[in-house]
């Protein structure tokens, strides 16, 4: 399996981002990966919100 360029916490920040309206093109652009994997993130990592709370915490 190959290693992520993100961290868990890399990712949960830029779903966090994406949640207080940042737009996905934006973030795209800012992080150096595609919009579309933005988009589908959240749909695919349910779990990331609640680590982002433990993270946070």
Do not use: Q, Y
Not at 23 to 36: F, I, S, T
Not at 40 to 53: E, Y
């Amino acid at each position: 399996m190959r290693k992520s360029r993100f961290t868990d916490t890399h990712i949960v920040s830029i779903l966090k981002e994406l949640d207080a309206g940042t737009p996905a093109a934006e973030l795209a652009r800012k992080h150096g990966v595609h919009a579309n994997t933005i988009e589908s993130s959240p749909a695919s990592c349910k779990g990331w919100l609640t680590k982002a709370m433990w993270l946070s915490a």
